[in-house]
């Protein structure tokens, strides 16, 4: 867990979150929002990355167009983010494991990815790559507004348990509110 910490601060480490810390604003979507930069990629091209600092919950997905079961899972989570994210407090960023940007940019506009994709080995997301345990995809993370990893495709045993791990935790989450 304390290594998954370390490697969130890392991908932060470009700015001082202190100084960036809005006077509600979770501190580490401050320096994520900032590390990411002009590594954002969008399909509708108008997606601004600020938006992430008045979520609670963060989703960061890594998936490729290469991978069948990505390509199984990737229209379901579209499916669950179109319908939960206007009136919900999450929001969602795509890493992927495709070989270039053009794979991973008509990857993400056929699938209609509503989402932010970081640029291929981008500095964020090589850091965001260290938080998950496995190397498997696809692989889906919840992250709170602390930095703390609550549920990830990966189990302590580093056991592939799937995307939907991630999905059944944000739901019970907002079951129990």
């Not at 989570?77 to 070989?99: C, M, P, Q, R, T």
């Not at 291929?120 to 990893?149: F, Y």
Request: a positive charge.
């Amino acid at each position: 867990m304390k290594k998954l910490l370390l490697a969130f601060v890392a991908c932060a480490s470009f700015v001082c979150a202190q100084n960036l810390r809005a006077s509600d604003a979770p501190v580490y979507h401050e320096a994520l929002i900032k590390s990411i930069g002009k590594n954002a990629v969008s399909v509708s091209g108008d997606l601004d990355p600020a938006t992430l600092k008045t979520k609670k919950y963060l989703f960061v997905y890594y998936s490729a167009h290469w991978c069948p079961p990505c390509r199984k899972f990737t229209p379901k989570l579209v499916e669950f983010y179109n319908k939960n994210h206007a009136n919900g407090d999450f929001d969602l960023i795509f890493v992927s494991s495709d070989k270039g940007q053009r794979e991973m940019n008509d990857y993400m506009k056929g699938e209609k990815m509503p989402w932010i994709g970081l640029k291929l080995d981008s500095k964020p997301a090589r850091a965001l790559k260290k938080l998950r345990r496995g190397t498997g995809i696809p692989c889906l993370i919840l992250i709170d507004e602390t930095g703390k990893v609550i549920s990830q495709s990966y189990d302590e045993n580093n056991k592939y348990t799937g995307p939907y791990t991630a999905l059944r935790a944000y739901e019970k989450i907002k079951k129990d509110k």
